[in-house]
């Protein structure tokens, strides 16, 4: 069994722990680390976690294998090369940081380690989305013409002015960091590296200093095109579109999938839903175990959060941001 500290019990990373604790065969969790444990210790001692204050309790301990940064995005760079030295596992939630210049010394502390990284990609685990990639992978649409991606919801309802989440330093242009990440990563499985985007956002009816309306167009190294839109204050979508010369694939929600091709009978499949939550740390025990790479290569990234950044990039300047 494979034993991780949790750093950060907020919302998503309680997520992350109930989504393995007493299910999973391969990991567990033992420990978390909070700001405020006061804040975090009737949870942890609902899940048998041993409570902390400081990620060095974790780093110290030889029990832990391996830590699951849940924190803010601006403190996983020096978390990720903390626990890097110290010889343990990292897993982080995404963005794992906010600029290139960050990612690479991060990704090069991970290199220089030898631990095993793993970011928290949960999409790329839809059984769907593997299919989708394999369909890619095996000519099936032919050159790939353009993607297309939205994934978007309402959580901007469930925010207030004192979240760090809504600070503009660590959530820029609204919903890229909660959820456009997700798709960013997303097309890069399917299509390659990005090579440029150009991005616009606004805020049009939060009263809270988070976008609501952000969207990107994209320029793939192969030449292939694409645009993504990340809303924050609609009902929930997440849509994945891949067009190929020979036909269209499309991702409604998680599970639906639609093939139409230029000749042939159209299809949909429906795919059994799945905790993507519980197979990335499932995923991530596994690659602790087996000492081989966790399934998101640290190129692709370094090239996810080149985009973040090239985002912002654009919209200061205007103009399409090379990342």
Not at 189 to 200: D, F, K, N, R, Y
Not at 221 to 240: D, W
């Amino acid at each position: 069994m494979i034993r991780l500290a949790l750093v950060g019990p907020g919302r998503w990373g309680r997520i992350l722990v109930e989504a393995v604790q007493n299910v999973s065969e391969t990991v567990s969790f033992t420990k978390a680390i909070a700001r405020s444990p006061a804040k975090a210790q009737a949870w942890c001692e609902r899940h048998g976690l041993d409570l902390g204050s400081a990620l060095s309790e974790a780093l110290d301990d030889p029990e832990i294998d391996g830590v699951v940064l849940a924190t803010p995005h601006s403190q996983h760079a020096a978390q990720i090369a903390e626990a890097a030295a110290a010889g343990k596992h990292v897993f982080c939630e995404k963005p794992v940081t906010l600029t290139r210049h960050s990612i690479e010394t991060a990704m090069e502390a991970v290199r220089t380690s030898g631990v095993v990284f793993a970011a928290g990609h949960n999409r790329r685990f839809l059984p769907a989305v593997q299919r989708m990639k394999a369909m890619i992978s095996a000519g099936d649409l032919g050159t790939i013409l353009h993607i297309e991606g939205n994934m978007s919801g309402h959580v901007g309802a469930r925010y207030t002015p004192d979240m760090w989440r809504v600070d503009p330093t660590e959530s820029p242009a609204g919903g890229l960091a909660g959820s456009g990440i997700h798709v960013i990563d997303a097309m890069i499985h399917l299509l390659g590296p990005i090579a440029s985007v150009t991005a616009q956002s606004d805020r049009l009816v939060h009263e809270i200093e988070l976008d609501d309306t952000t969207s990107m167009l994209l320029t793939f190294r192969s030449r292939a095109t694409g645009y993504l839109t990340a809303m924050t204050a609609t009902a929930p979508i997440f849509r994945l579109q891949v067009f190929g010369e020979r036909g269209w694939l499309e991702l409604r929600g998680e599970t639906e999938l639609a093939w139409t091709p230029l000749e042939g009978v159209r299809e949909v499949w429906t795919f059994p839903a799945v905790s993507t939550e519980r197979l990335q740390l499932e995923a991530f025990a596994d690659a602790i175990r087996q000492g081989a790479p966790y399934p998101i290569a640290l190129e692709d990234v370094i090239n996810g959060i080149a985009v973040f950044e090239g985002v912002s990039t654009s919209l200061a300047t205007g103009a399409r941001a090379e990342v």
